[in-house]
T-cell receptor, first 112, second 113 residues
């Protein structure tokens, strides 16, 4: 079973602070997606990373895919209350029968 | 744009009752999926469809059934509801299969008592 471990599980910070959440596995993935889910809504895609070592920026969010394509991180600079939500990573497995494996998520609360 | 629409938003069932969770999308996506989300457990794939008339089991299909008679609609059927099926159910769709981004509906929160 291919697992994606996300850490931390919960994170509560003050507005303006920086933070990093992690998505780790012992398996190699073809690509990795990050989603944000707000209460009462479905997940919304933030970014897809495909190449080992790839870094993508989305305003104050920076996503990195590990060189070996086994892990990823999401860094938020100067967090705002609007960043509050559940952050999910999802890895696409390699091989003939591709599957999308979701992590359990990091629940982020940014306090004003 | 409506995207993926799920109904109902909330439902309470008694053990043994049946119900159908509705899902429709207006993006002309071939691929559609049903996931369940339990607290602290991530998203688990129940069933998926690669086009009208074609469905297949995901990771946790037991206790559920699906059909796909049109491109737009992908209903999920619970025949004999059990407490273990208490969860939030999400329908999703995409254009090119599991490697492309998923578009999710806003979910149905189901409680079985």
């Amino acid at each position: 079973t291919q697992l994606l471990e996300q850490s931390p599980q919960f994170l509560s910070i003050q507005e303006g602070e920086n933070l990093t959440v992690y998505c780790n596995s012992s398996s190699v993935f073809s690509s990795l997606q990050w989603y944000r889910q707000e209460p009462g809504e479905g997940p919304v895609l933030l970014v897809t990373v495909v190449t080992g070592g790839e870094v993508k920026k989305l305003k104050r969010l920076t996503f990195q895919f590990g060189d070996a394509r086994k892990d990823s991180s999401l860094h938020i600079t100067a967090a705002q209350p609007g960043d509050t939500g559940l952050y999910l990573c999802a890895g696409l497995t390699q091989g003939g029968s591709e599957k999308l494996v979701f992590g359990k998520g990091t629940k982020l609360t940014v306090n004003p | 744009n409506a995207g993926v629409t799920q109904t109902p938003k909330f439902r309470i069932l008694k053990i043994g009752q049946s119900m159908t969770l509705q899902c429709t999308q207006d993006m002309n996506h071939n691929y559609m999926y049903w996931y369940r989300q339990d607290p602290g457990m991530g998203l688990k794939l129940i069933y998926y469809s690669v086009g009208a008339g074609i469905t297949d089991k995901g990771e946790v299909p037991n206790g559920y059934n699906v059909s796909r008679s049109t491109t737009e609609d992908f209903p999920l059927r619970l025949e004999l509801a059990a407490p273990s099926q208490t969860s939030v159910y999400f329908c999703a769709s995409n254009r090119q299969g599991i490697s492309s981004p998923l578009h999710f509906g806003n979910g149905t929160r189901l409680t079985v008592t």
